[in-house]
């Protein structure tokens, strides 16, 4: 699977910006889909996570309420509409492909590139 993120950018608090995660190869609606962010200095860190079976999602405490994960298997994409962005949310974004919901980096197989976040003051 390779993924490709877009839609970062630069963005003052309280704005909201999509991310999209376009997939190609092995079949995209086979594989739980996350999004995970570091920011300079720290680890990667969980975001978001959504189920290929029934489309559960999950949410890290941090962006619980401002942040929404989708999915379209017919476009073979992956969104991560944020909302209500805070300063913190600075870093760069990946999304990532797994044969199961993971909330560690490492059980996920697939990485796309990442988009930079920043958001102002």
């Known amino acids: 699977v390779q993924l490709q993120a877009s839609g970062g950018g630069l963005v003052q608090a309280g704005g909201s910006l999509r991310l999209s995660c376009a997939a190609s190869g092995r079949t995209f609606s086979s594989y739980d889909m996350g999004w995970f962010r570091q920011a300079p200095g720290k680890e990667r860190e969980f975001v978001a996570a959504?189920?290929?079976?029934?489309?559960?999602?999950y949410y890290a405490d941090s962006v619980k309420g401002r942040f929404t994960i989708s999915r379209d298997n017919a476009k073979n994409t992956v969104y991560l509409q944020m909302n209500s962005l805070k300063p913190e949310d600075t870093a760069v974004y990946y999304c990532?492909?797994?044969?199961?919901?993971?909330?560690?980096?490492?059980?996920?197989?697939?990485w796309g590139q990442g988009t930079q976040v920043t958001v102002s003051s």
């Open positions: 990532a492909a797994a044969t199961a919901p993971g909330v560690i980096p490492g059980e996920y197989a697939y």
């Open positions: 959504i189920s290929w079976s029934d489309g559960s999602t």
